[in-house]
């Protein structure tokens, strides 16, 4: 028995060092507000052979480091029903393309349901330009080389044709009909096979009887997707084939058709928020939550003594821990995330009040100090299931209803709030036992009046609890 | 020291009813919550100006912009508040930047227009934050925020009878824990309904978050009293109900404020000294907290009380001369 609670102390203190070199921030003077004695420390990365572990910060939502989150409705009304998920994923990377040119770092650009996307850009200032630029609707043309006259260079021009009405017309999109992947039948290589309609066949056909064996090109937003070499002359039906891998081939259906039937896109909800006050927030959560648990620590051990330390030592192995997830998972911190946590910090405690309060009852009762914990324990335990298990049912439920129009704010609080109920039930249960245990093995802990067992203990100080109240 | 709450329970009930009652009013009659934009649709700015600003200079500068129904507020302890002024401007949806077939531009951004103008009026500006939800959404925000809140308490109806499958008639205890988490949320939305009126208080999608976790706390409460009135109905059988519940209720009362008290001051630390953006979240969380741990220990108990000894039908009967005597089952 004392040897098993000594290998889950052993267990419980290298967890905790773990969390603390996982969450130990690259700059703490940031996160620990002045005059705090909180020595310096830049991060660890360990490298085993292969095996690295790069601890990187903290991933912070876009309330706190300031950026844009867009919500966009496409519109598919043009689209057949069958083609509409390929038409989303179509518009994900055209969106993502135009992302990345624009320069933003780490964008997510997600789908949301059947016809909407997530777009967040985390630091963007001309958020104006940025949703102008998004909002465009994709254009594809086909090019060929050209020898620039003045510089000598090859550069890509929009192949045109003289049509019928004795005008040059581009070969774009709009004469373009859907691109699908098909399969060589002898090698089985994947391949890519597109049709024309009537008009851009005989484009088509002009084209590529010019630009025999030589590049012709596809672009999508004046980017290159695909820049195949004719090797005979194509009308309506024709044939990209190549080293691709499936993936490859899908990709580039997908954007081909994405030029082919542009989905146009509108704003439906926008929530930008500044980097200062982002910042500001970060620095205010954070000395919320040291307060928080300065006054919950505090109160445990002033009520419950001796417990009380101990139980003040699980909730720092709690805030280690839910940090450290926090961090592996990763889960986005937003400010809603941070104050879900902080309320976990709250009622992190809960369960050793519970068990704390049934001790006292126990000792009270006669037993003695190893019987009262044991039983403390076992008996405060249904309780703390029951009533955990409530709180998970409401942050799921939570959590659904943020995901389903992307509020990553409610989303944020349901995760960290859930995450911190489960952390809290090893931490309160697990820990705080071991803790005692510990303790009691040493046999230095057998005054009752560290377990706040003076008589007349339990009424006089329910009575100053309730005053305290107000 | 032993309290009978038990024995005084219509009155622990009166108290409810009195502060439900105001605030029940309020919610029923038109406009009896401030939707914000999440639930209303619109757009909401956080502007800091360098320089003091006026309200009302302000507000008129909306009108040739195409906003006449602009409301502006002053707010207070952003970041870079220390001078100049901040103000919070709530419009319609501003509209995006339109453009035609061609792609060209046939009506400029109104964010943009807002921007140019103030910057242009009043010196140089800084939008903290901007927010703006299309009515299209918030329709779809309000059906699921009212699908998660029924949804919420059906299932923990359904696990507390799950839980308490052994006891007799489980499920009159999930209702009983169901009607005590009815009654907390009506407070906060009564609350909220009068803070709305008064002080133009909004409710958000937030606000919908603080409501769910109200309940789930409630509930939380409101399950270690019941577990406690479990075990203790299986000691001391033959004892009246009410001694049973009212010895339980006792016996979980120091955990009930001491918990209570733990999250609120965290809650009142992230209240005093947290970001202003979540300010209304924590405050809705603070009163719900408060409420939860009061009808955890004087109302959802009690409730199994009046149920287990059929007490209404009892009073009924009593007020309508059916039998006098209320038979108290033990």
Request: charged content about 15%; aromatic content about 8%.
């Amino acid at each position: 028995m004392r040897r098993n609670v000594r290998i889950t102390f052993g267990v419980i203190v290298l967890l905790a060092i773990f969390s603390l070199v996982t969450v130990w921030p690259h700059n703490p003077d940031k996160y620990i507000p002045g005059g705090a004695a909180f020595p310096q420390g830049s991060g660890i990365h360990i490298k085993i052979g292969d095996w690295t572990f790069d601890r990187g910060p903290f991933k912070l939502g876009l309330d706190l480091v300031g950026g844009t989150h867009l919500l966009l409705q496409s519109d598919m009304s043009k689209v057949a029903a069958s083609d509409q998920p390929s038409a989303l994923s179509g518009l994900i990377q055209v969106i993502g393309r135009r992302i990345n040119q624009y320069g933003v770092s780490e964008p997510v650009i997600q789908a949301q349901g059947a016809d909407r996307v997530i777009v967040e850009l985390p630091g963007v200032k001309n958020v104006e330009q940025a949703i102008s630029l998004i909002g465009q609707t994709a254009q594809m043309d086909f090019r060929e080389q050209v020898v620039n006259k003045d510089t000598g260079a090859t550069e890509w021009v929009v192949a045109k044709v003289k049509g019928s009405d004795g005008q040059d017309h581009e070969l774009t999109g709009q004469y373009f009909k859907r691109a699908d992947v098909g399969f060589d039948q002898t090698t089985g290589a994947p391949k890519i096979l597109f049709q024309f309609n009537d008009d851009g066949a005989k484009m088509f056909q002009e084209i590529t009887t010019r630009n025999m064996y030589k590049p012709v090109g596809i672009f999508l937003d004046n980017q290159p997707i695909s820049t195949p070499t004719v090797q005979g002359v194509i009308s309506n039906q024709g044939e990209i084939t190549g080293r691709f891998t499936l993936d490859e081939a899908k990709n580039l259906v997908i954007q081909m058709n994405a030029g082919a039937l542009p989905v146009p896109v509108k704003v439906i909800e926008q929530r930008d928020v500044d980097a200062t006050l982002g910042s500001d927030s970060v620095a205010r959560s954070i000395i919320a939550g040291e307060i928080g648990m300065a006054i919950v620590v505090l109160f445990m051990v002033i009520y419950y003594r001796l417990p009380g330390v101990l139980a003040s030592g699980a909730l720092g192995v709690y805030t280690l821990l839910a940090m450290a997830e926090f961090k592996l998972i990763p889960v986005t911190l937003t400010l809603a995330g941070i104050a879900g946590f902080i309320l976990s910090i709250g009622m992190a405690v809960d369960a050793n009040i519970l068990i704390f309060e049934r001790m006292r009852e126990e000792m009270r009762a006669g037993k003695t100090l190893g019987a009262a914990i044991d039983a403390g324990f076992d008996r405060a335990w249904s309780s703390i299931r029951d009533s955990n298990i409530s709180t998970l049912i409401t942050c799921a439920i939570l959590f659904w209803f943020g995901s389903n129009y992307g509020a990553s704010l409610v989303m944020g609080f349901a995760l960290t709030l859930g995450l911190g109920v489960i952390t809290s039930m090893f931490s309160a249960i697990t820990v705080t036992r071991t803790f005692l245990r510990m303790l009691v093995s040493t046999g230095l802990a057998t005054s009752s009046w560290l377990f706040g067992l003076e008589k007349p203990a339990h009424p006089t100080s329910a009575a100053a609890s309730q005053e305290s109240r107000g | 020291m032993m309290l009978d709450i038990v024995g005084k329970r219509y009155y622990f009930f009166l108290l409810s009813l009195l502060i439900l009652i105001p605030g029940v009013i309020s919610l029923a009659l038109p406009g009896g919550l401030r939707p914000g934009i999440d639930f209303a649709s619109g757009s909401i700015m956080t502007v800091h100006f360098d320089k003091v600003v006026d309200q009302s200079e302000l507000r008129s500068e909306f009108t040739p912009l195409g906003h006449p129904e602009v409301m502006v507020q002053r707010s207070g302890s952003e970041a870079g508040a220390e001078s100049g002024s901040t103000f919070i401007v709530r419009t319609y949806p501003l509209k995006a930047e339109q453009k035609d077939e061609s792609g060209k531009v046939t009506a400029s951004s109104e964010r943009q227009n807002v921007d140019d103008a103030l910057k242009a009026r009043f010196g140089n500006m800084q939008v903290l934050s901007f927010d703006s939800v299309s009515p299209l959404i918030a329709s779809e925000i309000v059906r699921n925020a009212v699908i998660a809140v029924i949804a919420a308490s059906a299932g923990i109806l359904l696990y507390i009878a799950y839980a308490f499958r052994r006891v007799k008639k489980s499920f009159r205890w999930g209702t009983c824990a169901v009607i005590a988490l009815v009654h907390d949320a009506l407070v906060v939305l009564g609350v909220f309904s009068l803070l709305g009126r008064l002080f133009d208080v909004e409710v958000d999608a937030m606000f919908i978050t603080a409501v769910m976790t109200i309940i789930g706390f409630s509930v939380h409460d409101t399950i270690v009293v019941f577990d406690r009135v479990r075990e203790n109905y299986g000691r001391r059988v033959g004892d009246r109900l009410e001694n049973i519940v009212n010895h339980s209720i006792m016996q979980t009362m120091a955990r009930s404020l001491n918990t209570s008290l733990t999250v609120v001051l965290v809650l009142v630390a992230l209240y005093l000294f947290g970001g202003v953006t979540i300010r209304t979240f924590v405050m809705a969380l603070l009163i719900g907290i408060v409420t939860g741990t009061y009808s955890s220990i004087f109302v959802a108990a009690s409730l199994l009380v009046v149920w287990e000894n059929n007490e209404l039908n009892a009073g009924w009967k009593r007020l309508f001369g059916g039998r006098t005597q209320a038979k108290v089952a033990s």
